[in-house]
Structures are given as structure tokens and as C-alpha cells.
């Protein structure tokens, strides 16, 4: 069964920007442990982020009627790789408890100018 949905598009430019003016802290606020490995290895360090940035806020649409106002974090709301590259969502055991278990699949695509990212909530 999906229980909801959430989309988030986001300006590369703009990351690349912030990226640029306040260096890896900036990515650093957003990331969680497991991401900013991978953030690491990314030679384009913009785009992955704006694709991380949209698949944060994606995922965060999904689950906004599970949480109160300032509960949700990005940090812990990764967005890790299997090992085919596919992409799928790592929640606290906490948060994940407070969904009563349901999952949280998401896509990601980059474009020059925009990254994009679909979420969607699913359980029994
Ligand atoms: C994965 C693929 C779809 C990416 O498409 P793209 O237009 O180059 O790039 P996009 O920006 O739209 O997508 C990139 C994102 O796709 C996601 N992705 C990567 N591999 C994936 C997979 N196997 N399944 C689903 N999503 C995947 C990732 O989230 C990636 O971003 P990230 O690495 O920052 O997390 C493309 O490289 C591909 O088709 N690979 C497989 C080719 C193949 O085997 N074809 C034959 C069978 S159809």
C-alpha cells in the first residue's frame, strides 16, 4: 500500500554556490555519517549534493505527518547506494519506529541545472 508521496527539485547553482562560499561545513550540516563517506568520493561534489538535498526534502514530504515541526533532521535522513548504485533510504531506528516500519523508497536524477527526487512512502 503507498501511504504518501513527495517530490523536491532543486537549483545545482545554487549548491554549488553555498558549496563554494562555506566549503565542505556546508555539507557537512546536511550529511549524515554514512553520506559524507560517499561525499568524499563524488569528484562532482555540487551535483551529488543537490541530488541528496532534493532526496532529503522528498523524503522529509513523505513523512511530515508522522513528526512534529523541528523532529526531522537531514542528517538523518540518508540517502545511501546499494552496491548497483540504486539509491535508498536509511532512517534512525527511532524515526523509523515512529512510522510504525513502513519504508520510504526514493529516485534521484541530475540534470545540468536541476537535480530532482521522487519519495514514496509503502507498507502492508
Ligand atoms: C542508473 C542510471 C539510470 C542513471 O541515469 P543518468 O541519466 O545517467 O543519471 P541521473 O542523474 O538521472 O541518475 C543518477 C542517479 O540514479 C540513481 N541510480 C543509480 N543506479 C541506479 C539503479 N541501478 N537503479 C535505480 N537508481 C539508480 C542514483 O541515485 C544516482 O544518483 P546518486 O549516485 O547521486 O545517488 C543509468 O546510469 C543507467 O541506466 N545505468 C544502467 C544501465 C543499464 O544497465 N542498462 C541496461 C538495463 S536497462
Known amino acids: 500500500m503507498i501511504y504518501s508521496i513527495g517530490i523536491d527539485l532543486v537549483q545545482i547553482r545554487r549548491i554549488r554556490a553555498a558549496l563554494d562560499r562555506y566549503g565542505d561545513k556546508f555539507a557537512k550540516r546536511i550529511l549524515g555519517e554514512k553520506e559524507w563517506e560517499i561525499y568524499l568520493e563524488r569528484l ?17 514530504k513523505t513523512l511530515l505527518s508522522y513528526f512534529e515541526h523541528g523532529e526531522l533532521y537531514y542528517k538523518s535522513v ?3 547506494n546499494d552496491i548497483y548504485g540504486m539509491p535508498y533510504v536509511h532512517l534512525e531506528d527511532t524515526d523509523r519506529e515512529r512510522i510504525f516500519k513502513k519504508e520510504v523508497k ?7 541545472e536541476i537535480a530532482a527526487a521522487v519519495a514514496i512512502m509503502t507498507g502492508d
Do not use: P, T, W, Y
Open 44 to 60: 562532482d561534489k555540487a551535483n551529488f549534493l543537490s541530488g541528496r538535498f532534493a532526496a532529503k526534502e522528498a523524503v522529509m
Open 78 to 80: 540518508q540517502i545511501l
Open 106 to 112: 526514493i529516485s534521484i536524477s541530475h540534470e545540468r
